[in-house]
């Protein structure tokens, strides 16, 4: 059986990424429009209609514009964009983040692709908070490090055509992330997590940390129990590992040109102090290789399929 797909937003960063991994696989077909034809309504439309699954690459506005097109109840939706993460009736697409949750990809007609930053501040957290180990009510903070490569072509342009492109900078300091709505809610926490990103002048990569006071917590959990209850969750995952705990350096390229997510829990023990550390490729887990993982799973084929380990 062929897959009819089509990227809506191909050419940008992220739909090129999922066009690569899909590209000669003979169970998904491409529908295309040339470039006379991408912004053309009624073509998007009739595209759109055709398709078994769509995947919209699109900014927020023209991504719930797309969805609107759809007039049919057979085409089904992945959403990389930031516009339905939150919205009732669509499934959050991390498969591994809860129990059942690869199941309702699997059934759903409307589903959600996760940001990259949340991604790793989720996986991290989440596990955690449904063991009882971090307490729901937790001002939780992030911070965290991405790759230019998640600012779009705008930023790619920007760093690649600068003299002397700022090695770091720090961004979203005004503590309204559109990130962040996603990450309380999928966390199932009380706060919104302070959230601190920063673009660094590499390419792709990605590094999420969220740092605990273990000591404080009433149960008071060790840097093992974390662990061991991070190993448990993602037992079964191909594409989440649990790093070397005993690292004494985790680099931003970690996990860059792969689609798979690295978790480690570091700290000191006699402290009760932890730092729990994601690293992941910006455009892999966190964009283009979540999307493909979603369509696997939507249309029951191996989930890891076209994906780099």
Same mark, same amino acid.
């Given at each position: 059986?062929?897959?009819?797909?089509? &990227?809506?937003?191909?050419?940008?960063?992220?739909?090129?990424?999922? %066009?690569?991994?899909?590209?000669?696989? *003979?169970?998904?077909?491409?529908?295309?429009?040339?470039?006379?034809?991408?912004?053309?309504?009624?073509?998007?439309?009739?595209?759109?209609? =055709?398709?078994?699954?769509?995947?919209?690459?699109?900014?927020?506005?023209?991504?719930?514009? @797309?969805?609107?097109?759809?007039?049919?109840?057979?085409?089904?939706? !992945?959403?990389?964009?930031? @516009?339905?993460?939150?919205?009732? *009736?669509?499934?959050?697409?991390?498969?591994?983040?809860?129990?059942?949750?690869?199941?309702?990809?699997?059934?759903?007609?409307?589903?959600?692709?996760?940001?990259?930053?949340?991604?790793?501040?989720?996986?991290?957290?989440?596990?955690?908070?449904?063991?009882?180990?971090?307490?729901? =009510?937790?001002?939780?903070?992030?911070?965290?490090?991405?790759?230019?490569?998640?600012?779009?072509?705008?930023? &790619?342009?920007?760093?690649? *055509?600068?003299?002397?492109?700022?090695? @770091?900078?720090?961004?979203?300091?005004?503590?309204?992330?559109?990130?962040?709505?996603?990450?309380?809610?999928?966390?199932? !926490?009380?706060?919104?997590? &302070?959230? @601190?990103?920063?673009?660094?002048?590499?390419?792709?990569?990605?590094?999420?940390?969220?740092?605990? +006071?273990?000591?404080?917590?009433?149960?008071? +959990?060790?840097?093992?129990?974390?662990e061991a209850v991070l190993g448990e969750a993602y037992r079964d995952s191909t594409l989440i590992r649990i790093g070397d705990a005993d690292a004494t350096t985790v680099?931003?390229?970690?996990?860059?040109?792969?689609?798979?997510?690295?978790?480690?829990?570091? %700290? $000191? +023990?006699?402290?009760?102090?932890?730092?729990? !550390?994601?690293?992941?490729?910006?455009?892999?887990?966190?964009?283009?290789?979540?999307?493909?993982? $979603?369509? $696997? &799973?939507?249309?029951?084929?191996?989930?890891?399929?076209?994906?780099?380990?």
């Amino acid at each position: 059986m062929t897959i009819n797909v089509f &990227i809506d937003g191909a050419v940008g960063t992220t739909g090129l990424e999922i %066009g690569e991994r899909l590209a000669g696989r *003979g169970e998904i077909a491409l529908i295309q429009l040339d470039d006379t034809k991408r912004k053309d309504a009624s073509a998007r439309a009739e595209a759109l209609n =055709d398709a078994d699954v769509v995947i919209l690459c699109l900014p927020d506005d023209a991504a719930r514009e @797309a969805v609107a097109l759809i007039d049919n109840d057979r085409t089904r939706v !992945i959403d990389a964009s930031s @516009a339905h993460r939150v919205a009732e *009736g669509w499934t959050y697409g991390f498969a591994e983040l809860e129990p059942g949750q690869q199941a309702a990809i699997a059934e759903a007609k409307r589903v959600s692709n996760p940001g990259c930053y949340p991604t790793g501040f989720l996986a991290l957290v989440r596990p955690l908070v449904r063991a009882g180990l971090v307490p729901v =009510d937790w001002p939780l903070t992030v911070n965290a490090v991405s790759g230019y490569s998640g600012g779009g072509k705008s930023m &790619i342009a920007e760093y690649r *055509g600068a003299a002397t492109p700022a090695a @770091a900078r720090a961004y979203g300091l005004g503590l309204a992330h559109k990130h962040v709505a996603e990450m309380q809610k999928h966390a199932r !926490i009380e706060h919104a997590p &302070i959230f @601190a990103p920063s673009v660094a002048n590499t390419y792709r990569g990605m590094i999420v940390e969220v740092p605990l +006071p273990l000591h404080a917590f009433s149960r008071r +959990p060790s840097l093992h129990v974390c662990e061991a209850v991070l190993g448990e969750a993602y037992r079964d995952s191909t594409l989440i590992r649990i790093g070397d705990a005993d690292a004494t350096t985790v680099t931003i390229e970690a996990d860059a040109g792969t689609d798979r997510l690295t978790l480690r829990v570091c %700290g $000191n +023990p006699d402290t009760g102090q932890a730092r729990l !550390i994601a690293t992941l490729d910006n455009l892999g887990k966190g964009a283009a290789g979540a999307a493909v993982q $979603n369509l $696997n &799973i939507m249309a029951g084929l191996d989930p890891v399929a076209g994906l780099t380990l």
